[in-house]
């Protein structure tokens, strides 16, 4: 059974950089999609981007210019980060995986518990 | 940019079906999905490729999608049925989420 737990600061200063890990357990990067997702009371759910099984990785294009995602299949784990963090960027973010690419529609089928990170100096 | 629009709330008897809608430009032509999420929880993937059940989800939950609505249905409606309903499709090269429906079973 897959199970997503992500890791990182829960707090970050403004202008810095947010950095989160998420690991996979019983299941492998070296297949489907992997997804950051996060959520606010403001904007509700909102994608972030994904890193796919052959590298290949996807941004929300409002996001784009900050974010990089990354995988290490070595350790089962992928990374978010996000540049030049404003007060916009607090939220609880959530790793989820989808099965094949997101135009096909098969959805988020395993999330992760999420975690808070707050951006305040 | 793509929106995706729901009702902030919809409310059922146990029992009954409980209909939450979501709207968007030509959201038929598109691959709709559903998610369940209960308070301090994360979201649980509900329907998928608009009729779809994803796996563990009950029967009485069903999808459809034509025109511009796609629609989630729940049939025989329960308590533990309540909770925040959204709903996702894909547009553009990006996910949409819906603002999400707030289901209380009364």
């Known amino acids: 059974q897959v199970q997503l737990q992500e890791s990182g600061p829960g707090l970050v200063k403004p202008s810095e950089t947010l950095s989160l890990t998420c690991t996979v357990s019983?299941?492998?990067?070296?297949?489907?999609?992997w997804n950051w997702v996060r959520q606010t009371p403001e904007k509700g759910l909102e994608w972030v981007g994904y890193i796919s099984y052959t590298g290949s990785t996807n941004y929300n294009p409002s996001l784009r210019s900050r974010v990089t995602i990354s995988g290490d299949a070595s350790r089962n784990q992928f990374s978010l980060k996000v540049t030049s963090v404003t007060a916009a960027d607090t939220a609880v973010y959530y790793c989820a995986r989808d099965l094949n690419d997101i135009s096909t529609g098969t959805g988020f089928d395993i999330w992760g518990r999420g975690t808070m990170v707050t951006v305040s100096s | 940019s793509y929106e995706l629009t729901q009702p902030p709330s919809v409310s059922v008897s146990p029992g009954q079906t409980a209909s939450i809608t979501c709207s968007g430009d030509?959201?038929?032509?598109?691959?709709a999905c559903w998610y369940q999420q209960k308070p301090g929880q994360s979201p649980v993937l509900v329907i998928y490729?608009?009729?779809g059940r994803a796996s563990g989800i009950p029967e009485r939950f069903s999808g459809s999608n034509s025109g511009n609505t796609a629609t989630l249905t729940i049939s025989g409606t329960q308590a533990t049925d309540e909770a925040d309903y959204y709903c996702q499709a894909w547009d553009s090269g990006t996910v949409v989420f819906g603002g999400g429906t707030k289901l209380t079973v009364l």
């Open positions: 019983g299941g492998s990067l070296t297949r489907n999609y």
């Open positions: 490729q608009n009729t």
């Open positions: 030509r959201l038929g032509d598109k691959y």
